[in-house]
């Protein structure tokens, strides 16, 4: 099986660009969609981008996904920061044996 | 609107066990891969098992391996997990979620807490 790898915290301030990073450990992150999911204290997780970049309806433009076969790796960008997207972002993929794997999850902050 | 609704947890020994339920609306059940996701007290996210659309595929991750069960009945719209031989590390939240490797939705979960 494989890892996925994101940062433990960032924190950014209202109105900024924060990038949250999600590193693959083997196999390549292109064979694979990268989903990432939104968790509010309290709440069910919901995803705000599926098959790598795309936005389910209803989550704001501000919130953007990529890859970068160089660095194997996932990432998510929200831009123009708002206190309510303070949340844990898991980022998630598979591989060929059809089990998903999640990261370990980054507690966003902004302040 | 897509609904699922989990149930079934509550206080369960170290090796009792314990069906959870999940009930489906709002969109094509039976047309759906299914999956079960637990969450640890202040832990992150764990893909726990999953099942094709017609019951005749199912994984699950190696920890509950021979413990529990997942099933589905798509006639009632209803994703199941059987878990037998609890232990203490089972305690988490359980979620229900559509999608077999990934998970377009989620539903509000039920705790599952392994204790005497």
């Known amino acids: 099986n494989f890892m996925l790898t994101q940062p433990h915290s960032v924190s950014e301030s209202p109105g900024k660009t924060v990038t949250i990073s999600c590193t693959r450990s083997s196999g390549s992150v292109a064979s694979y969609y990268v989903q990432w999911y939104q968790q509010r204290p309290g709440s069910s997780p919901t995803t705000v981008i599926y098959?790598?970049?795309?936005?389910p309806s209803g989550v704001p433009g501000r919130f953007s996904g990529s890859i970068d076969s160089s660095s194997n790796s996932a990432s998510l960008t929200i831009s123009g920061l708002k206190t309510e997207d303070e949340a844990d972002y898991y980022c998630?993929?598979?591989?060929?044996?059809?089990?998903?794997?999640f990261g370990g999850g980054t507690k966003l902050t902004v302040l | 609107e897509v609904q699922l609704v989990e149930s079934g947890g509550g206080l369960v020994q170290p090796g009792g066990s314990l069906r959870l339920s999940c009930a489906a609306s709002?969109?094509?059940?039976?047309?759906?891969?299914m999956s079960w996701v637990r969450q640890a007290p202040g832990k992150g996210l764990e893909w726990v098992a999953n099942?094709?659309?017609?019951?005749?595929?199912?994984y699950y991750v190696d920890s509950v391996k021979g413990r529990f069960t997942i099933s589905r009945d798509n006639a009632k719209n209803s994703l199941y997990l059987q878990m037998n031989s609890l232990r203490a590390e089972d305690t988490a939240v359980y979620y229900c979620?559509?999608?077999?490797?990934?998970?377009?939705?989620w539903g509000q979960g039920t705790l599952v807490t392994v204790s005497s």
């Open positions: 098959e790598d970049n795309q936005r």
């Open positions: 998630q993929s598979y591989d060929n044996s059809n089990q998903g794997v």
């Open positions: 099942i094709k659309q017609d019951g005749g595929e199912k």
């Open positions: 709002g969109f094509t059940f039976s047309s759906n891969w």
């Open positions: 979620a559509r999608g077999g490797v990934f998970y377009y939705s």
